[in-house]
């Protein structure tokens, strides 16, 4: 498909032309990147650090910083060129959502992408829809606002349960009672498994009154054995010589 699609490339195209057509398992977008830390090209930042985070090597291993990306390879006409939301050759828009400040691309406009500032990089969700913490350093949904303890910069760690770094991760977060926070699927899975106290302070991750009620109740219901009855305990205890 790349290849008819790239064909008679001088021809000035539709800006839409090879939307969805194109890109890789994390972006639809109609551009390649090139990547200054090693001169390789890629479809985007995940696919480099997927390949250079598996070199044998471990001293070989690094990530992309997105905004060092300099030059792009326009997907339909395989032009190389500086980084711009337009192919200087074809016309066509590289990527429907583009941030220049990322280098971003990304024809899935639907993820409601946003560049947040103070982050430093860009947000999917919808910039309505969420707040940037000053003090936690991160971007939180509206409904958290006033209501989420603050731990300073709690989204620059790695997740506490699987250690994926938590501030540029694709994967949703959440953030717990405590303050801390990890990602949403492995919240999800601790809840599971029965483990309902933060892996970082021990804190109860959820309400945890419906299980103290219902354990009150099962005590309350439950007959005390015959010969214990009528005991009784002494709250005193022996001083250590």
């Not at 090597?57 to 990306?69: A, G, I, T």
């Not at 400040?101 to 919808?126: L, W």
């Not at 959820?206 to 007959?223: C, R």
């Not at 009784?232 to 205890?237: L, P, R, V």
């Amino acid at each position: 498909m790349e290849a008819a699609a790239a064909a008679d490339s001088s021809i000035p195209r539709d800006k839409d032309f090879g939307k969805f057509q194109f890109g890789c398992e994390h972006y639809k977008r109609r551009c390649k990147i090139r990547a200054p830390c090693c001169n390789l090209i890629f479809p985007c930042r995940h696919c480099h650090n997927d390949s250079a985070n598996s070199l044998p090597d471990p001293k070989e291993r690094h990530d992309l910083v997105r905004q060092n990306v300099k030059q792009v390879v326009c997907s339909i006409c395989q032009t190389e060129q500086e980084v711009a939301k337009v192919c200087s050759n074809c016309g066509v828009n590289m990527g429907e959502y583009f941030c220049d400040i990322c280098k971003f691309f990304d024809d899935d406009i639907s993820k409601e992408q946003f560049h947040c500032d103070d982050c430093g990089i860009c947000r999917v969700g919808g910039r309505d829809k969420f707040f940037h913490c000053q003090n936690c350093g991160a971007c939180y949904g509206m409904g958290l606002r006033d209501k989420h303890s603050c731990i300073e910069n709690s989204t620059k760690n790695s997740c506490p349960v699987c250690y994926e770094y938590l501030f540029d991760s694709v994967k949703a977060a959440h953030v717990m009672k405590c303050g801390h926070t990890m990602h949403m699927d492995c919240f999800e899975q601790m809840i599971n498994e029965n483990q309902y106290r933060c892996p970082i302070c021990a804190k109860s991750m959820v309400d945890m009154s419906p299980s103290w009620h219902l354990l009150d109740f099962e005590i309350s219901a439950t007959e005390m054995p015959v010969e214990y009855k009528f005991e009784k305990m002494s709250a005193g205890f022996n001083s250590l010589q």
